[in-house]
């Protein structure tokens, strides 16, 4: 008997442990997409306070498109309130006045102050719905954050 439960215990540890860590079956890239694919990723992130999301090459749209959903998820749906990219700190203060103010054309200050690999337009798509964002929302619901060296910003409330 203890011959077979023991690895019958085995398989079911090792079923549920890949279960638990089944990557996620994504429905779109698009930012209007609905979140019902991104829902377990609440339970999976509770605790974190810093989320990265890496891209398997620079300047890909769908990568773009994806980071575009996911932190509109985390925005809406988690409280996360800051997008870093590391680049131009020149580039990311203008970006910042213009998610603020409105002052300034994200387009132009990508293109100008960005390294190639992020003027992509998806990247100002983002920027707008920031600014959009926080004129839709109360003060502690916005994007305000602070300007961290080499960062756009817009961390968690």
């Known amino acids: 008997m203890q011959r077979i439960f023991m690895p019958l215990l085995a398989l079911l540890c090792l079923c549920a442990s890949a279960y638990a860590q089944q990557p996620l079956r994504l429905q779109s890239t698009d930012p209007l997409t609905d979140y019902t694919d991104l829902m377990p990723l ?63 054309n994200p387009i132009a200050i990508i ?18 719905w920031m600014r959009d964002y926080n004129l839709k929302h109360d003060k502690s619901s916005a994007l305000p954050g602070s300007i961290a060296s080499r960062c756009i910003t817009s961390g968690r409330n």
């Open 111 to 128: 293109r100008e102050h960005f390294h190639k690999v992020y003027q992509v337009s998806e990247l100002s798509d983002m920027v707008y």
């Open 42 to 104: 609440k339970k999976q992130l509770a605790g974190a306070t810093v989320i990265g999301a890496g891209e398997g090459t620079h300047g890909t749209r769908e990568f773009f498109r994806m980071k575009h959903r996911l932190f509109r998820f985390l925005a809406q749906e988690m409280g996360y309130t800051v997008f870093a990219i590391e680049d131009s700190p020149v580039g990311a203060g203008l970006i910042q006045r213009f998610i603020e103010t409105g002052e300034g």
